[in-house]
């Protein structure tokens, strides 16, 4: 009986390091990935069987394997760089905005003495709407009428005066809205006055940051002056 000579399947460090390449410390993902990859296929090649090699389809699966996971990983890149560029050219447009007064959410209204500045956002309109200001301890102020007002955001002013004539004491008050068709309530919502200060990037997007201690998205931006 023939004998089968027992062969050993070795692999020069030359060859590593031509497939593998010199490393260095900014190699990227996926240059790191492929790495990985082609060093375990060596190793395999190196260990198999020489009497049931490696079918070429197993090779050829593996190979399309890192290629789709070397596409993703470029993609995944492309989209992190893409997003980063958008996120500093929001950043620029909104570093336009410091400095400038703005009106946002809120129920909020503040006065020096000269009283102060507030708005209004009212989706339809109303035949009569009205503002009451309000101390911080729930005690009516202030009684403005604004009558009838069409749909729309609407800036308004606070001469700073009391119902009895007095002028309010300086503070922040809050003001609560009533806006009617007939004898129908309708929908409308406070917009408090502050100036942007600065700007600042967080996990959530551009955050403009106010006179009032607040921090806004700019989508929360009714009205710029």
Do not use: C
């Amino acid at each position: 009986m023939a004998t089968v000579q027992g062969t050993t399947n070795t692999v020069s460090q030359a060859l590593l390091d031509s497939v593998n390449g010199k490393k260095n410390t900014t190699t990227s993902s996926v240059d790191a990935a492929q790495d990985r990859f082609m060093t375990l296929l060596v190793t395999q090649m190196k260990n198999q069987d020489p009497l049931n090699p490696m079918d070429n389809a197993q090779v050829t699966s593996q190979m399309a394997q890192l290629s789709t996971v070397t596409g993703i990983d470029k993609l995944n890149n492309t989209l992190e760089s893409l997003i980063s560029s958008v996120q500093v050219g929001q950043s620029y447009q909104a570093s336009s905005m410091i400095g400038h007064d703005v009106l946002t959410p809120g129920s909020k209204v503040s006065t020096t003495g000269t009283g102060g500045y507030f708005g209004v956002d009212l989706p339809i309109g109303a035949d009569k709407l009205t503002v009451t200001i309000k101390d911080t301890a729930g005690n009516v102020i202030r009684t403005i009428n604004l009558g009838h007002q069409d749909a729309g955001t609407m800036p308004f002013s606070w001469d700073g005066f009391a119902d009895d004539g007095s002028i309010a004491k300086t503070g922040n008050y809050n003001f609560d809205i009533n806006a009617t068709i007939g004898t129908n309530k309708v929908e409308a919502s406070g917009l408090t006055f502050a100036q942007v200060m600065s700007i600042s990037n967080s996990s959530s997007g551009i955050k403009l940051n106010l006179s009032n201690l607040t921090s806004v998205s700019t989508s929360d931006i009714k009205e710029i002056f």
